[in-house]
């Protein structure tokens, strides 16, 4: 469907055609509005965000250099609208990071097999996620979810690398302490 | 580990917006370059200027047939004493002298007065949209 590049669509924008801005959007959208859902946590908010990103890089096409992926630009506007949309709320938030973890102790290892992570209900894990930190959560779902290299996060989120390690061994260590007790605690449940 | 991670992220998968949010978003697009004349321009040029600029010679022709009505006008119809206007005025009556107008370039000299000062709200906006962007 995207034949061109995306610099090819930047240019034709800039001089003036306006609609082909729609490819653009349709490029992006599933990448950003999913970055948006996982930081802000709600579709309302999500979706409120993912179009103020479109219409922010829109409105300041002509201020993008191009020294950076395109997905890269739009990813770092998406990232600091959903963390200013999210800080607005922090008084709501409950965050994991309230918690006791022995991080320390732990060396990355999981305690669950292949098959036993497989059979993990989706709705488990979504849940287990929406509890960490916001920025654990953005620096998870860019490495994970759209394969961004630790330099790449690094430049969206204005984390030096060596944070953003830091922040990915955190959410990785939270997401599977809460997931197992999350899953112990149903366990009982059904047992009881 | 790494494998393991991406099983889970797999699983939760993307998360997709509504069908016409592009539509949605490129109607915002439109609509900001229907109320605006820059915007409809490519951007890093300085043609948008072109009208005003157009405007602003437009007006000034009529600038001063313009003080040349306001010179010849009666104040006498304004009931309390101005009269220190039209002798303030007066001093600069000799210099416009033999110039003469019709009600047509009152009319037009007034129009193209208020497209500038529409074109100066329009570059104000302008500038204050930019900076908000």
């Known amino acids: 469907m995207y034949l061109k590049k995306d610099s090819y669509y930047i240019t034709r924008v800039l001089e003036g055609k306006t609609s082909d801005y729609a490819f653009l959007i349709d490029k992006y959208k599933d990448m950003i509005f999913t970055l948006a859902f996982r930081i802000t946590g709600n579709r309302e908010d999500a979706e409120e965000v993912s179009q103020d990103v479109f219409l922010k890089a829109y409105n300041g ?114 997401l599977i302490d809460i997931l197992e007790k999350t899953l112990k605690t149903e366990l009982i449940d059904l047992i009881s | 580990m790494e494998k393991d991670f991406k099983i889970l992220f797999e699983k939760i998968g993307t998360e997709k917006p509504p069908e016409d949010f592009t539509a949605v978003v490129m109607r915002k697009i439109e609509a900001k370059n229907h109320f605006s004349l820059s915007h409809s321009l490519p951007k890093n040029s300085y043609w948008f200027l072109l009208p005003y600029l157009i405007a602003l010679l437009m007006v000034v022709p009529f600038i001063v047939p313009t003080i040349n009505w306001i010179i010849n006008i009666d104040w006498s119809f304004i009931s309390f004493d101005i009269s220190f206007i039209p002798e303030w005025i007066e001093r600069f009556k000799d210099s416009f002298t033999g110039i003469t107008f019709s009600t047509q370039t009152i009319i ?26």
Not at chain 1, 64 to 88: D, E, M, P
Not at chain 1, 122 to 137: C, H
């Open chain 2, 108 to 133: 037009i000299s007034l129009a193209s007065t208020v497209l500038l000062i529409i074109s100066i709200i329009e570059i104000f906006a302008q500038s204050r949209r930019r900076v908000l962007d």
């Open chain 1, 61 to 174: 096409l002509a201020a993008f250099r191009g020294t950076s992926k395109f997905s890269t630009w739009l990813y770092k506007i998406a990232y600091n609208q959903s963390i200013s949309r999210i800080r607005k709320k922090l008084p709501d938030i409950e965050s994991y990071d309230s918690m006791e973890i022995g991080i320390d102790e732990w060396h990355g290892e999981m305690d669950m097999s292949h098959e036993q992570l497989h059979n993990i209900p989706a709705v488990y894990i979504r849940q287990s996620f929406e509890r960490l930190e916001e920025t654990e959560r953005a620096v998870l779902n860019m490495f994970y979810q759209d394969d961004l290299n630790v330099r790449e996060i690094a430049s969206v989120t204005g984390l030096s690398v060596s944070n953003v390690k830091v922040k990915l061994f955190r959410g990785r260590k939270k």
